[in-house]
């Protein structure tokens, strides 16, 4: 990207401004270390001053008719998706990903916008009679109110999409805290609805330092009646916890632990085609990522070749170089850990097939095969988060289901083989999605959620409005 010129303050009331006490802070290019831009730290009361917008638009933009939030949203979704390659380009800046992976990032966050433009419409209430005659019952939803909605840096543009396109379309107003890593998709996405005519104060950005206590503080307010995070099943569980203190409603988006199970008689060139697309997608650093690849004995040599030509195939480099299709970690950290899983895992048995960090540099981590996974070992029961598929041989259909099933998360799994054996397997799996015979699940027309500790509600499909919706019984004389 030729140098970065979008916003760099927050977004409080309908208007771009820096933080009260005029800090700010760096945002980096991973794959280069330089400096991007500086942009805006929030102070305390830069959040209570959004908390105070988005409070005062609440009573209007509720009342706001659903036509009229619906073509906003509309709007939104045709903004972007004009200015797609312009978002895909901030995104590969300060997230590092490759290309590829940012325009379609770009595209599938638009499809939110379009999405709720239709949902926010199509609210659904209902009308039934009492079994025993005395009454009539009358179901409506109403809009839950000030929503905080916090987002991770692995799907920048998507995250706040999924979030702030249903909470609008729900009539919520609402307060954005994107991660600090990448403030710049958040703040372009907030520019877009501003120019797409968003009244002042519904929806609101904040980028406070040190994060922590700002969320506390916003969460203890009385007009924040929701909360909307995705991120690592650590941080939820604190905000669980700090949500339970006012009883706010919380639909939680955290970690997963994705298996991935290679039935026998699968179809190979299916199975390959899933397993890049399940493991390589954002590079490896998705929630829905394949973390797990148990292959049975009867096609392990096979798959172990096939996926190597397939991974060997993958050009390693930075983004801003369109045709490269493996790009940098979010940070160091990122990549040291990745690293540190690997050798971890080597020192627990498992053999380098391919890749490992001696071919990398920076930020930067290659496509790597790891063979001889012990099922419960380090990087088994970790979220990789990182270009490398870690395989587990197994012998037994039903110890594949066992293995799978034994995490404490439940985000999502992915099953190939013949389709009713892999249909029937599906069933049986422990997780809140499952791909049969494919590799990419994610569809704003579709609930995404997890079960156990990968999360609570559902975003996305008819669900994800019901998330900013409360239900309300009215009983009516019969
Ligand atoms: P993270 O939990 O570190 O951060 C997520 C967000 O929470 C960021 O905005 C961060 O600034 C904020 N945060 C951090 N500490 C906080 C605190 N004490 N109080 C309030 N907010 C705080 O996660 P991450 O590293 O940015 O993202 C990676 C994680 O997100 C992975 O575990 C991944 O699986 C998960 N994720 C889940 C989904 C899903 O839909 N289930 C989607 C994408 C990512």
Request: glycine fraction near 10%.
């Amino acid at each position: 990207m030729t140098a970065y010129e979008g916003p760099t303050d927050l977004f409080i009331n309908g208007a771009w401004r820096a933080g009260a006490d005029g800090r700010r802070f760096p945002v980096l290019d991973p794959a280069t270390g330089k400096l991007l831009a500086s942009f805006a730290a929030a102070a305390l009361e830069d959040c209570e001053a959004a908390v105070d917008a988005a409070g005062d638009a609440f009573p209007s933009w509720s009342a706001t008719p659903p036509r009229e939030r619906s073509e906003l949203l509309r709007r939104v979704f045709e903004l972007m998706t004009a200015e797609a390659e312009t978002l895909a380009a901030i995104i590969v800046a300060e997230n590092g990903k490759a290309w590829p992976d940012a325009i379609v990032e770009a595209k599938y966050s638009a499809e939110f916008f379009r999405w709720f433009a239709e949902e926010a419409v199509r609210i659904p209430g209902e009308y039934r009679g009492s079994p025993s005659g005395d009454k009539r019952i009358v179901v409506t939803h109403q809009s839950i109110g000030v929503s905080l909605l916090i987002t991770p840096w692995n799907f920048p543009a998507a995250m706040a999409a999924r979030k702030i396109a249903p909470a609008l379309a729900a009539g919520c107003t609402v307060v954005l805290k994107p991660a600090s890593e990448t403030p710049l998709t958040a703040a372009f996405i907030v520019e877009l609805l501003n120019r797409a005519r968003v009244p002042a104060g519904v929806v609101n950005l904040v980028t406070p330092k040190p994060v922590g206590p700002a969320v506390e503080s916003m969460l203890a307010d009385a007009r924040v009646r929701k909360l909307s995070f995705t991120g690592s099943t650590e941080v939820g569980r604190q905000l669980l916890a700090s949500s339970a203190r006012r009883v706010v409603s919380t639909s939680m988006e955290l970690g997963g632990n994705a298996p991935l199970v290679v039935l026998p008689g699968a179809d190979l060139d299916v199975a390959i085609a899933g397993t890049v697309d399940a493991k390589m997608r954002n590079g490896g650093s998705a929630c829905t990522a394949a973390n797990r690849i148990y292959v049975h004995a009867s096609l392990h040599e096979e798959f172990l070749a096939r996926l190597t030509d397939r991974f060997l195939a993958f050009t390693l480099g930075p983004g801003s170089t369109r045709s490269n299709t493996l790009g940098a970690l979010v940070s160091q950290r990122e990549r040291d850990k990745v690293a540190e899983l690997v050798e971890t895992a080597v020192g627990e048995g498992a053999t380098i097939v391919l890749g490992g960090a001696d071919e990398s540099s920076g930020c930067f981590y290659p496509a790597t095969i790891l063979k001889g996974v012990a099922h419960g070992s380090t990087i088994n029961s970790t979220e990789i988060f990182g270009p490398v598929a870690a395989i587990v041989r197994y012998d037994d259909v039903e110890d594949a289901l066992l293995m799978a099933n034994d995490s404490e998360f439940g985000l999502s799994a992915y099953v190939f083989g013949p389709e009713g054996d892999a249909v029937r397997f599906a069933f049986r799996l422990q997780s809140g999605m499952v791909g049969v015979n494919r590799g990419v699940i994610s569809d704003p027309a579709a609930p995404f959620g997890g079960v156990k500790q990968s999360g609570l509600g559902r975003e996305g499909g008819f669900e994800g409005i019901l998330e900013f919706l409360e239900t309300q019984y009215l009983s009516l004389p019969a």
